[in-house]
């Protein structure tokens, strides 16, 4: 007898509905609905008026009374952060809390925007640097100056003093429009393609302070040149008005868009639109309320302009920002020539008015109290009342009359400021580092002046007919913008031989457009090459010696490093 098996039917499949996406906090798109932590503070009380509970409150009842909101907060939006607390070695770093690494004492930082600074401004930097810093004060790579050690209980007569004389701390950090890097050499260079000043002045008149641009995802960071030496890394900011002759139109700018470097690196899009200056305020102004409006909110590591650029893509960003903010379309124009010139300024240059400026290096961009109210002595001696600081951490001393430009370059080497430094002491770059950066796991600024005085001593043999940059970073956060040096060097705890040590991951090759360079390009780098802080200026030299053995005729030290062989970089 033959049995047949009972049909069996499967279960119905249950079709499950697509997953709806995450909302990424757009405010165009999802609403204002704060998605995390830090977009709930902001929405909770204005950021900008903590200036008055800093004043009425915190400054006269101590560090004691202070909201955590406040502290950890909107402090940064008036340029306050912070400082590390002193003895805590970089291996802990990753181990604290943000309570337990950060000391009583403050970071203070004043924003110049590409602004000159006049006798009486750095006579006034001078006096709060001495009576409130312990003597601080360092160049940025944003090209304003940072206060250390200061106490909450000095920043009312702090803040006084730099507003009497036009200084100001506000949107120095925080989810803002931070200070705006604007060519040192603004209005004063004789190949000037088109002075800047005018568009720096009226966006910081108009706009810096708006409450309407004070809650944005993240920081948005602005550059603007005119110089052909294309003198303030337009690729790497939110915003950048590059300097251009159009063909039928004049001078105006290129826009770029949307460059940043940190942990997730992205060089900045040309839209092809040229920018009549005329234009050029309401321009920035569309593009900040793009990523107002469009920037992602839910996830911090996500909240920068390029974020979105990466989703839109340039022709959409271009079309969104005309059709929705602007209501017209922008002219296309050409691309900024191939750079030219010293982009770092350093030396005896002749204005377009027949006066000169000198550019010193301050090392690795530190000056005192001391060295400001010199430097304001300096300039009044030798007929001057401006100074200029630059991307690269470097000053000008401006307007000096072609009878004291000797007297300018000496009384600069006597403040310590070098108009002739050696080429890796003039190349080289460092951020905070452990000393006062809570993010920092190794030391930075005194290992990298060493480093680069020794470099510039052992290699004063050698055929180096183009500077080599090097920058030193305290964390992975590129502050001092590794991946676009000849050598970038990334702090963090390696093992050697069993031992736990400071030292650097190794990026090498990278550049932004400049003289000799075309085209921006990140770094290189190198599977498991790590290099002990201790060995840093061996490693440095072996590097460049084999660099100097393996050049084809006329290969930079980048165009080495991106074909060389493993081994031959380590």
């Known amino acids: 007898m033959t049995t047949t098996a009972p049909t069996v039917t499967p279960p119905a499949r249950t079709v499950r509905p697509p997953r709806k996406a995450r909302p990424n906090g757009q405010w165009a798109l999802d609403g204002r609905k704060p998605l995390n932590d830090n977009e709930a503070f902001k929405q909770a009380g204005a950021p900008l008026e903590v200036r008055e509970r800093i004043l009425s409150t915190y400054a006269p009842g101590g560090f004691e009374t202070i909201a955590p909101d406040d502290l950890n907060g909107r402090f940064r939006w008036w340029g306050l952060y912070t400082q590390r607390k002193q003895g805590i070695d970089g291996g802990r770093t990753a181990q604290l809390d943000a309570s337990e690494l950060s000391d009583r004492y403050f970071l203070q930082r004043v924003r110049l925007d590409g602004g000159s600074l006049s006798r009486d401004q750095l006579r006034a930097l001078g006096s709060v640097s001495n009576d409130f810093a312990r003597g601080t004060a360092d160049i940025t790579d944003r090209q304003n100056i940072q206060l250390h050690w200061v106490e909450i209980g000095s920043v009312p007569e702090l803040w006084r003093r730099l507003e009497s004389v036009g200084l100001t701390t506000i949107e120095g950090c925080g989810d803002t429009p931070r200070g705006f890097l604007v060519s040192p050499v603004a209005g004063i260079a004789r190949d000037e393609v088109i002075d800047p000043t005018p568009l720096a002045e009226a966006i910081k008149s108009t706009y810096l302070g708006d409450p309407e641009l004070a809650n944005l995802p993240r920081k948005f960071k602005t550059a603007i040149t005119g110089s052909p030496s294309l003198d303030i890394l337009h690729e790497i900011n939110d915003i950048s008005f590059v300097g251009v002759e159009h063909p039928e139109l004049g001078p105006g700018y290129d826009l770029w868009v949307a460059g940043a470097l940190s942990t997730a690196p992205r060089l900045g899009q040309r839209l092809g639109a040229f920018v009549p200056p005329e234009d050029a305020l309401e321009v920035w102004y569309g593009v900040i309320r793009i990523f107002r409006d469009y920037g992602y909110r839910r996830l911090r590591n996500k909240a920068r302009l390029k974020f979105l650029m990466a989703e839109w893509g340039p022709e959409r960003f271009r079309r969104v920002l005309e059709d929705e903010y602007l209501g017209r379309a922008l002219p296309d124009g050409p691309p900024p020539r191939e750079p030219n010139g010293d982009s770092d300024h350093i030396g005896v240059h ?204 006329e290969e930079t030290f980048a165009q080495w490093a991106h074909r060389a062989e493993e081994e031959d970089l380590t």
């Open 350 to 553: 002749e204005q377009k008015d027949g006066r000169f400026w000198v550019g010193a290096k301050p090392p690795v961009g530190r000056l005192s109290g001391d060295v400001l109210l010199g430097l304001a002595d300096l300039a009044e001696t030798v007929g001057s009342d401006r100074v200029r600081t630059t991307p690269l951490q470097n000053l000008l001393l401006l307007d000096v009359p072609s009878d004291r430009v000797d007297d300018a370059v000496a009384g600069l080497r006597a403040l310590g400021l070098d108009p002739d430094p050696g080429g890796f002491s003039r190349s080289t770059l460092a951020c905070t580092g452990l000393e006062f950066c809570k993010f920092a796991i190794v030391e930075t600024k005194r290992l990298a002046a060493r480093v680069s005085a020794e470099l510039d001593e052992r290699l004063a043999d050698t055929d180096l007919d183009r500077r080599i940059t090097l920058t030193i970073n305290g964390c992975p956060n590129s502050c001092a913008r590794i991946q676009i040096a000849d050598i970038g060097l990334k702090g963090q705890i390696i093992t050697v031989d069993g031992e736990q040590m400071p030292g650097f991951q190794v990026h090498l090759g990278g550049g932004l457009a400049t003289a000799g360079r075309a085209e921006a390009g990140l770094g290189r780098t190198v599977r498991g090459l790590k290099v002990p802080a201790a060995g840093l200026t061996d490693y440095v030299e072996r590097l460049v010696r084999r660099y100097l053995d393996q050049r084809l005729p």
